[in-house]
C-alpha cells in the first residue's frame, strides 16, 4: 500500500514509520518543516496545503500535535487546541479535494475525550465527558468529517498512554524510579489506560486492513491499572522500592492544569472495538507488558 503519515518524527509516528515500512509498504510522510526530499511532503497546519501533490494514497494516518505533556499555560492551550480540531479539518479539506481521497484515515484523538470517570468502565460506547482535553478531543474528530462525507472510512483512535522506554511517560518516569524515588501521583486511585508502543503500532496497522473497523475506536490495552498499581509493578520490574509518594498538590505546583488533566485524572477505558474485531494484543498485561520492555534494559 501506498501510505501517508503526518507526526511520523514523533515518539509514535517514527515507529509507526518504522513498522510499515518493514512490513513493505510505501510511506510518504508530512511534515511541517524541513525541505522536501523524496517521499517527504509538507503540510501547514494554519491552512491545511501539502505540497507538492501527494499522487494517489490508499492509507492516510494523522498522528500531528503540540504536545500536551507540558505545564498548560495559555500560549499551550491555543497550540493544543489549535493544532488538533481546526488542523485537522483544513488537512481533511485538502484530502477529500484530491482526485483520489485516501480510501482509510486513521486520525489520532486520545481517550482524554472521556474526561475524569473514576472507576466507571468505559468504552466506544460511553458518552464524552467534560474538560479542557474532552474538548479539544471532541472537535479533533469532529475535524475528520471532511473526508468521511467524501466516503473516505475513518477510524478516530482514542490513543490511552503509550508505554515505551524510548519515549513518553514511561520514559520520564523511569529515571526515579531507577532510583528508588518512584512512587503513587496523589492517591494512586486513578486509573491509568496504557497500551505499549509496539501493540499501538500494530493496532494502527490493523485498523488499516480491517474494512469493518470504522468510527472511534479505543487504543488501549485490556488491562487498565490502578496508578498506585502501575507504580507497584513498575517499582517490581526495576527490582526497586517505588514507595515515595507524589502529593496532588507539588504536581499543580509544577505542571498547572495539566496535573488534573493528565496525571491525576481517572480513566478505565476498554477496547471494546478491537477486541471484537479479533485484535489480539501481544502486551495484554502490565506485568508482561513491562517484563517485555523492561528486563534487557534493567
Ligand atoms: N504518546 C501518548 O501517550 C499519546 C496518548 C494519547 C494520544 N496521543 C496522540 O497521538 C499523537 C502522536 O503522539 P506522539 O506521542 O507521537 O506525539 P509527539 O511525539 O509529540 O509527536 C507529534 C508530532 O506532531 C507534530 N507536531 C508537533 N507540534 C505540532 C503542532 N503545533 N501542530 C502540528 N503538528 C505538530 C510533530 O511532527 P512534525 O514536526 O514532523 O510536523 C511531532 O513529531 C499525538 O497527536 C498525541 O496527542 C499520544
Redesign the pocket.
Known amino acids: 500500500m501506498r501510505i501517508a503519515i503526518?507526526?511520523?518524527?514523533?515518539?509514535?509516528?517514527s515507529a509507526l514509520l518504522q513498522h510499515l515500512r518493514a512490513e513493505g509498504h510505501t510511506v510518504a510522510t508530512l511534515?511541517?518543516s524541513g525541505p522536501p526530499t523524496a517521499g517527504t511532503f509538507r503540510w501547514d497546519?494554519a491552512t491545511g496545503a501539502v505540497t507538492p501533490d501527494l499522487g494517489p494514497l490508499d492509507a492516510f494516518v494523522h498522528?500531528?500535535?503540540?504536545?500536551?505533556a507540558h505545564r498548560w499555560t495559555a500560549a499551550r492551550r491555543r497550540?493544543i487546541a489549535d493544532?488538533r480540531g481546526p488542523?485537522t479539518e483544513r488537512l481533511c479539506r485538502t484530502l477529500a479535494a484530491l482526485p483520489q481521497p485516501p480510501a482509510v484515515l486513521v486520525s489520532?484523538s486520545?481517550i482524554g475525550v472521556y474526561g475524569d470517570r473514576g472507576d466507571e468502565e468505559l468504552d466506544e460506547r460511553s458518552a464524552a465527558g467534560n474538560g479542557f482535553l474532552a474538548d479539544v478531543a471532541r472537535a479533533w474528530e469532529a475535524g475528520t468529517a471532511p473526508l468521511h462525507a467524501v466516503g473516505t472510512r475513518v477510524v478516530n483512535l482514542r490513543?490511552?498512554?503509550?508505554l515505551d522506554p524510548r519515549g513518553?511517560?514511561l520514559q520520564r518516569m523511569l529515571p526515579p524510579f531507577r532510583l528508588g524515588l518512584g512512587g503513587p501521583l496523589g492517591n494512586g486511585r486513578q486509573w491509568m489506560s496504557w497500551i505499549t508502543l509496539h501493540d499501538l503500532v500494530r493496532a494502527i496497522t490493523f485498523c488499516i486492513g480491517q474494512r469493518e473497523l470504522h468510527g472511534t475506536v479505543n487504543a488501549v490495552g485490556p488491562a487498565p491499572v490502578t496508578n498506585r498499581d502501575f507504580t507497584h509493578e513498575l517499582g517490581r520490574a526495576l527490582r526497586r522500592p517505588a514507595f515515595l509518594p507524589v502529593p496532588a498538590f507539588a504536581l499543580r505546583l509544577l505542571f498547572g492544569a495539566m496535573a488534573d488533566g493528565v496525571l491525576l485524572g481517572s480513566l478505565r477505558v476498554l477496547p471494546r472495538e478491537l477486541r471484537s474485531a479479533a485484535f489480539t494484543f501481544e502486551h495484554p498485561t502490565l506485568d508482561r507488558a513491562l517484563g517485555a520492555m523492561l528486563t534487557a534494559r534493567r
Do not use: D, W
Open positions: 503526518t507526526g511520523a518524527s514523533g515518539f509514535v509516528g511534515a511541517r497546519p498522528l500531528a500535535g503540540e504536545s500536551v497550540a493544532s488542523a489520532a486520545a490513543i490511552g498512554i503509550v513518553g511517560a
